[in-house]
């Protein structure tokens, strides 16, 4: 669960600092993996560095865990991918070095960097390519192996030309195929770690990537140290490196508290602290740290409401609840203008996102209008009923975003003016994952907390086609959205899809299907000024294979 940030004096903060050092030498003094390494001969290798995480996750394998916001920092150096895609959402080769497509994209064609292998020794060639898009599509449900969320529902199979080259068919025109090679979930893991049965894949020292680290110990719950692969030599040409990373280990390490996080990195202790308070972030770069709030490609932070649930099934409702909220008030109370408004229900940055921020105006007068006709009536207390009871919103703040709850006590604020009832239940990553999910019959509004690659691939999650993901559960009875949806999807053009997606952008706001509260800054780096040459990629995950620390 996470606590409403408030701003700190420089004073107040630096005692802070000064009792939180001595927990965090407590837990360093107790962890024998945390010994500086010696410099290796040339001056940009060598070195150890400790990122200090909120968060493990509950398992390692690596279908399952390699989308979380958490365990996806550690596939990022045990893994590659087939693309990389940057920030801006560019795409360009990685360990495919080019590929084609046909005219109406459901066929494509890989052609494999030679020479790859995986820490186990397998070749990374055409057969573990198609072992791996197959594991992504269908996962191995029976066993606790699930799908990949985003990958394309419209896979049909893959199958090998020749050792570097690989061929992939779709029912249906995909054009985010390609895109989505470089989605943090598409991870390349050895063959034998594939048919590996679950309770082995969990063990994370016995799964083989091809990534310029490998795991070298680690505790459940604990840590995770990496070292440096030495024979690596196929890295993102788009980072400026391809050769072995230089530092010699990277040291994931569960420190639950943010302060303590933050006053490790300020102590020396630690190099890179992970989601510190927004509010702190200020002050910190005035102290010379290292800031970095990236932000992903993917959906903005907001709700997808569960049209099912009375009074969400209203569309005047749920129009009221668009208006009702201050998304400027949020920016300025809980956050810093690193953070951007909403425009729409993806980011700004994602290739396709149009503005439609006049439909997210702060109009409180417009939202009582609203609630007025849909017959909602003001009591007293304030609370609005109708037929005997109130008009109330169960909000699940989302565990992966540390500012979840500060967010939703704010809206409250805002939303009990209007006559709403609002409660606020938050719960631990474990928890959350259990007890909440898209449409589920006690959540009115999931938070979104969500990154993808190609806008192409959002259509079909929405709705239920392609066993996508449902999130408004309409099923397939807004006719206009289902159309949408299979517009995008038949594509065979980015100059085809855009309009579209313009056109479902503004739809989905319209109806109140999708409420956005900001544009989302998931992962807030605070980070040692010794450490420098990281990289952040499309769905922001720090990178340390180009790195270097001083002394």
């Known amino acids: 669960m996470t606590e409403r940030s408030s701003p700190l004096s420089l004073s107040r903060r630096r005692l802070l600092v000064t009792t939180a050092a001595a927990g965090a030498a407590a837990i360093f003094a107790s962890t024998t993996s945390f010994t500086p390494a010696l410099s290796a001969d040339d001056p940009r290798n060598g070195g150890d560095i400790t990122f200090l995480i ?46 084609e497509q046909n005219d109406d994209a459901t066929q494509f ?32 449900k029976s066993e606790g192996i699930n799908p990949i969320g985003l990958f394309p529902k419209t896979y049909d ?9 690989v061929k992939v068919f779709f029912k249906k025109p995909t054009l985010g195929f390609i895109p989505t090679l470089g989605y943090h979930g598409s991870i390349l893991i050895s063959p034998k770690t594939i048919a590996a049965p679950a309770a082995q894949q969990a063990d994370l020292s016995k799964t083989s990537g091809s990534g310029p680290y490998v795991v070298d110990s680690w505790k459940e719950g604990d840590f995770v140290t990496l070292t440096r692969r ?22 994931y390490k569960l420190v639950s508290e943010p302060s303590l996080r933050v006053a490790s990195v300020q ?28 932000r992903y490609l993917g959906f903005v932070n907001g709700w997808a409401i569960n049209t099912k649930l009375a009074p969400y099934d209203d569309v005047k409702v749920r129009q009221a609840l668009q208006a009702g909220i201050n998304r400027q008030e949020i920016i300025d109370t809980v956050y810093t203008s690193d953070w951007k408004l909403a425009t729409s229900f993806v980011q700004s940055n994602v290739p396709g996102a149009t503005d439609h921020g006049d439909l997210l105006a702060y109009d409180p007068d417009k939202a009582e209008k609203l609630l007025d006709e849909a017959g909602w009536v003001k009591g007293a207390n304030g609370i609005r009923t109708k037929d005997g009871k109130p008009l109330s919103l169960t909000l699940h703040s989302n565990p992966y975003l540390a500012t979840s709850k500060s967010i939703d006590e704010l ?27 898209y449409g589920g019959p006690a959540v009115p509004a999931y938070e979104v907390t969500r990154s ?38 038949g594509a065979g053009s980015v100059e085809i899809r855009n309009p579209l997606l313009d056109e479902l952008q503004k739809y989905v706001l319209e109806q109140g299907y999708f409420i956005p509260r900001t544009q989302i800054v998931q992962r807030i780096y605070v980070q040692s000024p010794r450490l420098t040459g990281e990289t952040y990629n499309g769905v922001a995950y720090a990178s340390y294979y180009t790195a270097t620390i001083s002394d």
């Open 267 to 294: 102590s020396g202790q630690a190099d890179i602290a992970y989601n510190a308070s927004p509010q702190e972030l200020q002050s910190l770069k005035e102290e010379g740290f290292t800031i970095a709030t990236p």
């Open 157 to 165: 199979h893959a199958e090998t030309v020749d050792a570097a080259t």
């Open 54 to 99: 909120d968060s493990l996750g509950d398992t390692w394998i690596p279908n399952n865990s390699a989308i979380s916001s958490f365990q996806g920092h550690i596939w990022g150096h045990v893994t590659d991918k087939l693309v990389y895609v940057d920030a801006d959402g560019k795409v360009s080769p990685w360990l495919a070095e080019r590929w």
């Open 411 to 437: 809206i409250a604020q805002q939303l009990g003016k209007l006559g709403w009832k609002i409660d606020i239940r938050a719960y631990d990553v474990v928890t959350y994952g259990q007890k909440v999910t």
């Open 452 to 489: 993808f690659i190609d806008a192409g691939t959002v259509a079909s999650i929405l709705t239920n086609a392609n066993n996508g993901e449902n999130w408004f559960a309409l099923g397939e009875s807004d006719a206009k959205l289902n159309e949408l949806r299979d517009r995008i999807a």
């Open 230 to 251: 030495e024979d690596y030599n196929w890295g993102p040409a788009a980072v400026g490196h391809t050769g072995p990373a230089f530092l010699d280990t990277i040291t």
């Open 109 to 140: 064609t890989l052609h494999l960097k030679s020479g790859v292998t995986f820490s186990d020794g397998t070749p990374l060639d055409a057969s573990a390519v198609v072992a791996n898009l197959d594991i992504w599509y269908a996962g191995r």
